[in-house]
């Protein structure tokens, strides 16, 4: 029996129509657009407005979205995984929501939790479960509402992060296409430097703590920053190292967009020439889970079949790292 191998073979994406802008942004908190633009390379982001929607909006979007791109059927669905932060509600999964209302009455589904890594390793489960062999269809969607846990007083936090949504869809390959190795990371270090203080176990919602604002993500940017450079620089120059690739062999860098500087320092660090290193941060921000999908998304027609992709993010906890990928189709 030839190996299996698990390759993505349609993509999807979806983000709300409002757009927060950084002009707008000048109007809410003490900062302008040349400081965001210089520092963050994020010129908007959109926001789901509409009260009563939340993250599963976005993900069903974005799968409904893969669903018709890619001629797919959701009975044949075997797996949902949700990678998110910002899940409907606590206990309840939302990626047996989405599953249910997208029709995929044959899969089952679980949320996945890894701040902005979840999708990265959720690649690398959904390719477990490929190369398995026990399943045929394994549906990966990052998606995360941002909006919901941000202080729009905060400068520090609100000229970052957007709501969006994306997907991907794994099945087996017999050629030696797809997920070919990953190196992924995480250390406790990082816990108290990205977080959100109350609403969990150790300090559960009471009146003081919203009083408080302990509802909202802090983050000490310079730490993070600090971090996330050399995590995702180390790991995704160490996977090529791994591989024997050269900056001429990897076709596309699918980074974490976090902040433009970090994704420089990734890129430089692999040798690799701009043209090379897919953006779309000044359109969207940081949407968490779902940046590393956009980018499929927003550059499917760019990816020719056997293109080598590295995947790289990092996220808070803190958790990293990058996966080496063979593209697997044309799309026509």
Not at 145 to 166: L, V, W
Not at 173 to 199: F, H, M, P, T, V
Not at 268 to 274: N, Q
Request: with cysteine; hydrophobic share 40%; glycine share 10%.
């Amino acid at each position: 029996m030839s190996t299996i191998t698990a390759a993505i073979t349609a993509v999807g994406g979806y983000v709300p129509d409002f757009v927060l802008s950084n002009q707008v942004l000048e109007t809410l908190v003490e900062t302008n657009d040349e400081w965001i633009t210089t520092r963050t390379g994020i010129k908007e982001r959109r926001v789901l407005k509409e009260p009563g929607k939340g993250t599963s909006f976005l993900a069903i979007k974005a799968a409904q979205d893969l669903i018709k791109r890619g001629n797919v059927n959701p009975e044949e669905i075997d797996l949902v995984i949700m990678a998110t932060t910002t899940p409907d509600m606590l206990v309840a999964s939302t990626g047996v929501y989405v599953a249910t209302q997208i029709g995929a009455v044959n899969a089952f589904g679980y949320d996945l939790q890894a701040a902005c890594s979840s999708f990265l390793f959720g690649m690398s489960i959904a390719a477990a479960h490929i190369q398995s062999g026990r399943y045929k269809k394994v549906l990966l969607i990052g998606a995360d509402k941002m909006s919901s846990i941000i202080d729009y007083t905060d400068r520090a936090t609100c000229i970052i992060f957007g709501d969006g949504a994306g997907a991907a869809l794994f099945e087996p390959n017999y050629e030696g296409l797809g997920l070919q190795d990953e190196l992924l990371r995480s250390d406790g270090i990082g816990r108290e430097y990205l977080k959100i203080d109350a609403g969990g176990s150790i300090l559960p919602a009471s009146k003081e703590t919203v009083e408080n604002s302990q509802h909202f993500v802090f983050q000490d940017g310079k730490t993070v920053f600090k971090y996330a450079v050399s995590g995702m620089a180390d790991v995704s120059e160490k996977i090529m190292q791994r591989n024997n690739l050269t900056k001429e062999d990897v076709n596309w860098l699918i980074a974490h967009q976090a902040n433009k500087r970090i994704i420089d320092a990734t890129s430089s660090r692999m040798g690799l020439e701009e043209d090379k290193v897919l953006i779309n941060i000044q359109k969207y921000g940081n949407t968490t889970s779902a940046t590393l999908p956009l980018l499929l998304s927003d550059f499917e027609n760019k990816f020719k079949k056997g293109d080598n992709l590295i995947f790289a993010a990092f996220g808070g906890g803190f958790t990293w790292g990058s996966i080496y990928l063979k593209w697997a189709y044309n799309k026509q």
